[in-house]
């Protein structure tokens, strides 16, 4: 868009016009601010609600005055609490394991797919592309019956069995890798790579010291949307996951309150808080990088 | 480095410098080698999977026959999986099944399944591109606008879930909110329709986000030399909007619209947690994924029919996106012209979002 300046030129000059387009250009600014605001409070409030309401004393779950009253840490301290049954703390960790197993394993198969897709031609190159995009639109909840099926012959369904967890995750990481890692792949300066083994570096010299610093946010981009998808999975994990390896999603979808059948909403919020915040601070931190990466799969992680 | 150019046997140089034919043959050979363990592992989690759910539909579950009052083992069922959900027959012919019963419930999940579709999407595109159409302009605080917009996209949903649960308790924020303009508190979760607009809400709240980064990303490819042209054609803003932003954009929101449509049929997180698939009658927000996951309790075999229609369903979708409705999800060169480079939905947009600030 063009700077907004005083006078355009080739409109007319005189100062009712003049006066009449500065207002007009008030008002389109004004409006845009406001825009921008709705925007801002659209996603921040119900965020804000959240970590409020986890810092409220239980007494005053359902207190509406915008900031914290009666400010606690009990909230957190009942989330980490094994008394009624729930294993927060584990969960947490049992996240971290299935995250970093899930994007380490998806990168590793992933990344080479990426590296022939974009720069490579071969036959057969387009359904091959056809169909790790069909992966990616494939419904979870299609292979929740065979694999409980398979798993619980396996007997992967009891005990500390992350690969129950941790291979359907794959599913869902490793199309998404692949997508988003071929379009950064695309846009590359593959040209540099021929450059550098013109002046007389072997091919792996070229790709480890022009290539690979080079690819590198490319990278760490893809594999924190395959880490977000991971961490966020619900359906399998809900299926498959045993009380040793329940993932906070789970976790949290069924924690448990002082009365049965009453929900514990300040001690979820303080729960929620626990796993959103980290989230939060990293896609804050590198939020350029994973718009792009959004942009780039147009995959939902 | 020491070593000369000639000490560099095979020189690879991009395709499209080479002459087109059999030279080709090496690369061909290292490219489907690296792409091999993709396509090995993702037919041992999804293809397999897959193909044993399609065999696993023509079994019959085991339990208590329903004419007999037997149990019976199982074995070959020929369609009669299919034929109780599609029909609703529960082994006594059409319509046996008793309303409200499992096996009644697939017309009704996927009525509510396409109305969460059209409803969630329609509000995403509109809102979608609203801001996007905001965030297009150059303001100061851009990455904090980018980056509060990214924060539903990230809660993971069971946590969104969670968070509107508490949002929509009755005694919760939105009803204190509605006593203001003098509506009466809503049984948000327990009513039929206030349970399935709780449901949109927070679908729409999490993930319009993604909808206006990937209409933003098409929005920045537009010069804005185009719009000086049409201010000085005359062209009044619906004009240009509909003669010249829509057409400009519709590749990436088509993609957006594809990728969200198929997210909202296979919803399962969101209703789940929510609602647990009820509100009014008991399963008013009980999704096609949602009514899979209940089945799996009942009986696999029937549950791997369902799941198979729920995939047709899916895969039909996708298929009219792609064909007719311009969702160019791999951009395939045209033939002849094929370039070296795979385009995947708008790499310049890519770029364009990237370096936006």
Redesign the interface.
């Known amino acids: 868009m063009t700077a907004t300046t005083g006078t355009a030129p080739g409109t007319t000059t005189s100062d009712v016009a003049h006066a009449h387009h500065v207002k007009s250009e008030r008002w389109k600014n004004t409006r845009a601010y406001a825009g921008l605001a709705l925007i801002v409070i659209w996603g921040l409030a119900p965020f804000y609600w959240m970590i409020v309401t986890a810092f409220r004393d239980v007494g005053y779950t359902f207190d509406t005055t915008p900031w914290p009253t009666h400010v606690t840490l009990d909230n957190f301290k009942t989330a980490f609490s094994t008394d009624r049954g729930n294993h927060f703390a584990q969960a947490l960790g049992n996240s971290v394991i299935i995250g970093v197993v899930t994007t380490v394993l998806a990168m590793l198969v992933g990344v080479f797919a990426a590296y022939a897709l974009s720069r490579l031609h071969f036959r057969g190159k387009y359904l091959v592309l056809g169909f790790i995009l069909g992966a990616s639109m494939f419904p979870g909840v299609a292979l929740v019956s065979p694999l409980f099926q398979l798993f619980s012959s396996l007997g992967w369904l009891t005990g500390a069995n992350y690969q129950a967890l941790i291979i359907p995750d794959i599913s869902f990481a490793l199309p998404l890798t692949v997508y988003t890692l071929t379009a950064f792949f695309s846009e590359m300066p593959w040209e540099l790579e021929e450059s550098a083994r013109m002046d007389g570096c072997t091919q792996g010299q070229a790709f480890r010291k022009i290539m690979l610093p080079l690819a590198a946010p490319g990278l760490f981009t893809t594999a924190i949307l395959a880490f977000i998808s991971a961490w966020n999975e619900f359906l399998l994990a809900s299926q498959f996951a045993t009380s040793t390896t329940q993932p906070v999603t789970v976790a949290i979808a069924n924690f448990a309150g002082a009365q049965p059948h009453q929900e514990p909403y300040t001690t979820v919020m303080a729960a929620g808080t626990i796993v959103t915040v980290p989230l939060i601070i990293m896609v804050l931190f590198f939020q350029r990088a994973i718009v792009s990466g959004l942009t780039a799969g147009g995959v939902k992680g | ?5 000639e ?2 046997t095979r ?5 499209s410098k080479r002459k087109r034919g059999g030279l ?1 043959a090496g ?9 091999l ?3 090995v ?2 037919t ?3 293809v ?3 193909i ?2 399609v065999i ?1 539909s023509f079994q019959k579950d085991s339990g208590l026959d329903k004419a007999t009052g037997l149990f019976v083992e199982g074995g070959p069922a020929g369609l009669s999986n299919y034929t109780h959900w599609l029909l609703a027959d529960c082994g006594t012919g059409r319509s046996s099944c008793p309303p409200g019963s499992i096996g009644s419930l697939f017309w009704p999940a996927l009525t509510i399944t396409l109305f969460f579709t059209v409803v969630s999407v329609s509000l995403e595109v509109v809102l979608g591109l ?2 996007a159409t ?6 100061r ?1 851009r ?17 969104t ?7 929509f ?1 009755y ?3 939105a009803n ?1 909110l509605l006593g203001f303009v003098g509506i009466s508190p809503l049984l948000w979760t327990g009513d039929a329709w206030p349970a399935r607009f709780a449901v949109i809400i927070a679908d729409v ?1 999490k ?4 909808m206006a ?2 209409i933003l ?1 098409g929005l920045q490819l537009i010069g ?1 030399d185009v ?2 042209a049409a201010q000085i054609d005359g062209a009044t803003r619906w004009q240009t909007f509909t003669r010249i932003t829509l057409p400009m954009i519709k590749v ?1 929101l088509m ?2 619209v594809l ?2 449509t ?2 909202v ?2 919803i ?2 969101l209703p ?2 929510l609602t647990g698939g009820g509100g009014g009658d008991g399963h008013a927000t009980t999704t ?2 949602i009514l ?2 209940k089945q ?1 309790r009942e009986g ?2 029937s ?2 029919a369902l ?2 229609i ?2 047709l369903i ?2 039909f979708v ?1 298929f009219l996106f792609i064909r007719f409705g311009g969702a160019d ?2 951009q ?1 060169p045209p033939k002849g012209a ?1 370039g ?8 310049p ?3 364009a ?2 370096e936006g ?1």
Do not use: C
């Not at chain 2, 990455?143 to 946590?159: M, N």
């Not at chain 2, 879930?161 to 949002?167: Q, T």
């Not at chain 2, 993930?207 to 993604?210: G, I, S």
């Not at chain 2, 070296?340 to 790499?347: A, M, S």
């Open positions: 480095m020491s070593t000369t150019v000490t560099v020189p690879s140089t991009p395709p080709n690369q061909g050979r290292r490219g489907l080698f690296l792409v363990p993709t396509i592992v993702l041992v989690v999804i397999y999977p897959l044993s759910a696993l609203w801001f905001i965030m297009n302009r150059e303001f605080g990455g904090l606008v980018r980056a509060a917009i990214l924060v539903p996209w990230a809660i993971p949903t069971a946590v879930a969670k968070l509107w649960l508490f949002i308790a005694d919760g924020i204190h709240w993930t319009t986000p993604f980064l990937l990303a804005s719009y000086e990436p993609v957006a990728f969200r198929l997210d049929l296979r399962f997180d789940w947690i096609l994924s899979v996951i799996i696999f075999h549950a791997s799941s198979t729920v995939f899916i895969a996708a999800v791999v395939r094929r070296d480079k795979v385009k995947l939905t708008e790499n947009a890519v770029e979002v990237a600030n």
